[in-house]
């Protein structure tokens, strides 16, 4: 079963942009491993909050325009 774990920051992605994910992920699958992967295609999108991730000691908080609007 393919499993795919998406990890965005909390807030950027509207829930119409997740199900796109999840719906292209899962065809990007299918294209690797067929038509009978569908069924089985996990995708997990994690939203990390603000403060709870960052890249060389820098903390990161998403910016207010880049929030989604829902």
Known sequence: MP????????????????????????????????EAARPHTMVLIEEVRDGGYGRADEVFILPPEYRAAD
């Not at 774990?5 to 992920?25: D, F, M, W």
């Open 3 to 34: 499993f795919i774990n998406i990890k965005t920051p909390e807030g950027a992605l509207s829930k119409v942009q997740k199900e796109e994910i999840v719906h292209r992920a899962t065809d990007l699958m299918v294209e690797y491993f067929s």
